[in-house]
């Protein structure tokens, strides 16, 4: 299994500016992901990070907006750019190893 | 976007009674995952199936993938209090190694 961790935990941020969330996993994984989960919602497929080229976005999100950096097998970034309430969500960093899938403890986000 | 829904959206059971969660889907999947997720905390993965097994367990959990009928149920034995949680089924489907998430069922077992 994999051990995952994110950084910051959790986040009170202004409207207007931008987070990077950093996701570390203790042992290389094929695949990275990043999830939202909004208040009382089901898990929301982000993107996936890409080792060494652009990460591959869902429909509904758009590099400008999150824009994502994976520059080895163990680490990737996402951002949140220039922040809105709506913004205001948890973000999981995900990855997966042979078959299972596992997740970070989360960053809970909340834009003011 | 979201490529399976959970029935019924939420659960009340006795402790000790048995909870049946269902996950129908709408693509051909290679895998398929549960998940719990307490309160405020982080998704614990339950268990695995793969499209070519058709049961599995694992201690008081039973799951059940029918491709056939795009669905899977998770059946949880004996409940306990500690059971209370959210419960996500998430599928990969053919098209890739992305897992996406169902809309979830919310289980409440009363001491």
């Known amino acids: 299994s994999a051990v995952i961790s994110q950084k910051p935990s959790r986040d009170i941020c202004q409207r207007g500016t931008s987070l990077t969330i950093q996701c570390q996993v203790d042992?290389?994984?094929?695949?990275m992901f990043w999830y939202r989960q909004q208040p009382g919602q089901s898990l929301t497929l982000i993107a996936t990070?890409?080792?060494?080229?652009?990460?591959?976005?869902e429909s509904g999100f758009v590099i400008d907006k999150f824009p994502i950096s994976r520059p080895n097998l163990t680490f990737s970034t996402l951002t949140v750019s220039n922040m809105s309430p709506e913004d205001s969500s948890i973000y999981l960093c995900?990855?997966?190893?042979?078959?299972?899938?596992?997740f970070g403890p989360g960053t809970r986000l909340t834009v003011t | 976007s979201q490529q399976g829904e959970e029935d019924p959206q939420a659960l009340s059971i006795q402790e000790g009674e048995n909870a049946t969660m269902n996950c129908s889907y709408k693509t051909s999947i290679n895998n398929l995952q549960w998940y719990r997720q307490n309160s405020g905390r982080g998704l614990v993965h339950l268990i695995l199936i793969r499209s070519n097994e058709r049961e599995k367990h694992s201690g008081r959990l039973r799951v059940t993938l029918d491709t056939s009928k795009k669905s899977s149920s998770l059946l949880i034995t004996a409940s306990r209090a500690a059971d209370t949680a959210s419960y996500f089924c998430?599928?990969?489907?053919?098209?890739?190694?992305?897992?996406?998430f169902g809309t979830g069922t919310s289980l409440t077992v009363i001491p």
């Open positions: 042992s290389q994984v094929t695949m």
């Open positions: 995900s990855a997966v190893g042979s078959y299972e899938q596992y």
């Open positions: 990070a890409n080792q060494g080229s652009e990460a591959t976005y």
């Open positions: 998430a599928t990969d489907p053919n098209t890739g190694n992305q897992f996406y």
